[in-house]
């Protein structure tokens, strides 16, 4: 298969945060993915920027070293290397002092420009305004902004409003990297692609939808930040928001960024208030080895949750009465992202009870495999009358596509789009605060009540209560500890 790339402009980048663990683990290895693809134009300049004293030499070894541990393949190709470290240049800079801005006005040369705030969300708005008060900013300019985007409505809206004092909103690129994952795209593709599913895609026909983020790891070493998040800040509010809306959302009229985020912008505010029954939180304790929670983070009482599972309706003429649930947490049995549309079972069956009752499901995977499932009702093969079982249509994409066809990761995508300005994969600042408008009343339902998180044994798939919740609706879970 011919890989179609689409040329950019020659541009410059900005990675402010240029030492940090995002910059070395995703930023510039999926720039590096994109140059050793012929993407980035010559011309082109990538800027680390940090406060951190280091000559350019030691930069680029700096950039080097990461290449070589997360693009292990690539980075074997020292002439690719080489020629990748130097278009990367490097600049001392404090986002609150006011040295370094003027060298780094000297490395712009391009019309595009970048500036990826992967710093703190408290560096935003100084970041900004020296961009500004320097003089670094023009018409082609975009800032990307990392997650978390803010702690609650009330950060969220007053960071949008710093950021709005300097910059409009067509210039901000709020990253999920969810979003840029190939199979979310597919997602839009299958639904809005194929005549087949849309007459399907509704109360009518759909029994409910499961949205499974499940991870096996703990909080590691991100406890600080995660004891004032919680699973709820940190992928409720936004991963697994952002798949809901994909899933939800009406048919945009066209693939443009603001038609696809008006819509996505619609399924969160028809999302109705969750019922306290309607949620479970959990925390994982210890098990083979691994420390609780609480260890790891390093407070005996926190009430943290590591886990959440909840229950929630799209209040609209398409979605009324299916139920949308949705779980994540760490520490679980298995790596699993994915989405489960389950439809109904049929409205009556001719083959009798003891051909058993079946329905079709589509299940999306997005970790650790990429690929779409459809199960089907079939026949079991053989004598000994009409026996039905579900059978698997699958479409991994590797074997699908073929081995020359590498999917991109997510940071390729989002970051060559900033470059092309293109923002449909992004999270406009209504969005954002939309989501938090109804996370909110739950967290702070939770802190009024002085809940504490379930505990849930490690490698295990959450709390009983989890389960329960679904088995009160005649349903379970799918995907996670087969
Ligand atoms: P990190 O490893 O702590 O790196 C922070 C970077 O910011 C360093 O380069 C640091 O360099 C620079 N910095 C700190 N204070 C600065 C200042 N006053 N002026 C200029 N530069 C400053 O953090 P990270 O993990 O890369 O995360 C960066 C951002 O991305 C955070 O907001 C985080 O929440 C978000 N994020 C990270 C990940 C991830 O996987 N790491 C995932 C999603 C989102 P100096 O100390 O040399 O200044």
């Known amino acids: 298969m011919v890989s179609r790339i689409i040329p950019v402009n020659e541009f410059d980048l900005v990675v402010f945060g ?72 490097y600049v001392a800079i404090d986002a609150r002092g006011e040295g370094g801005w003027a060298d780094l006005a000297g490395l712009l040369k391009n019309e595009v420009r970048a500036f990826y705030f992967s710093v703190g969300p408290g560096l935003f708005s100084d970041l900004a305004e020296r961009l500004h008060l320097h003089g670094l900013t023009n018409e082609q300019t975009r800032v990307v902004v990392e997650k978390p985007f803010g702690h609650d409505l009330e950060t969220a809206q007053a960071l949008n409003h710093e950021l709005a004092q300097h910059f409009d909103e067509s210039q901000i690129y709020r990253i999920d990297h969810y979003l840029g994952k190939e199979t979310v795209q597919n997602l839009m593709a299958v639904r809005f692609g194929n005549i087949l599913f849309e007459p399907l895609w509704n109360a009518q026909y759909v029994d409910h939808i499961q949205i499974t983020v499940a991870e096996t790891v703990g909080v590691g070493g991100r406890g600080e930040y995660y004891e004032k998040s919680g699973a709820m800040r940190d992928m409720v509010q936004n991963h697994l928001m952002q798949l809901l809306c994909l899933i939800a959302m009406e048919p945009p009229s066209k693939f443009d960024p603001d038609a696809v985020r008006d819509e996505k912008l619609k399924v969160i505010r028809a999302l109705d208030s969750v019922q306290p029954h309607h949620i479970v939180r959990g925390q994982y304790t210890a098990a083979d080895g691994e420390a609780s929670y609480r260890e790891d983070v390093d ?79 079939i026949k079991e093969p053989g004598p000994g009358g009409m026996r039905l079982i579900d059978v698997p249509l699958d479409m991994s994409f590797a074997e699908a596509l073929g081995p020359t066809v590498e999917t991109p990761d997510a940071y390729e995508r989002l970051i060559m789009d900033v470059i092309r300005g293109n923002q449909t994969l992004f999270m406009r600042n209504d969005e954002v605060e939309a989501a938090w408008a109804w996370t909110d009343p739950i967290i702070r339902g939770w802190e009024a009540r002085g809940d504490v998180p379930k505990p849930y044994d490690a490698f295990s798939t959450g709390p009983d209560d989890a389960a329960m919740m679904m088995s009160r609706d005649q349903r379970h879970w799918r995907g996670l500890g087969k």
């Open 18 to 89: 240029g030492t940090g663990d995002l910059a070395k683990r995703k930023i510039l290895p999926a720039l590096f993915k994109r140059f050793c693809d012929g993407q980035i134009p010559e011309g082109s300049r990538i800027v680390g920027a940090a406060r951190s004293a280091h000559t350019l030499d030691a930069y680029r070894d700096l950039v080097a070293e990461a290449l070589s541990e997360f693009a292990k393949e690539l980075a074997r190709d020292q002439d690719a290397l080489r020629a990748f470290c130097e278009i990367v240049h």
């Open 299 to 377: 407070n005996p009482r926190s009430k943290t949750e590591s886990f959440v599972a909840l229950k929630c309706q799209v209040n609209n003429w398409r979605w009324a009465g299916t139920p949308f649930y949705l779980r994540t947490g760490k520490r679980l049995s298995d790596r699993d992202t994915e989405i489960r549309v389950v439809f109904k079972d049929t409205p009556h069956s001719i083959f009798g009870p003891e051909a058993g009752q079946h329905h079709n499901e589509l299940a999306i995977q997005l970790q650790p495999d990429e690929g779409i499932t459809l199960k089907v009702t």
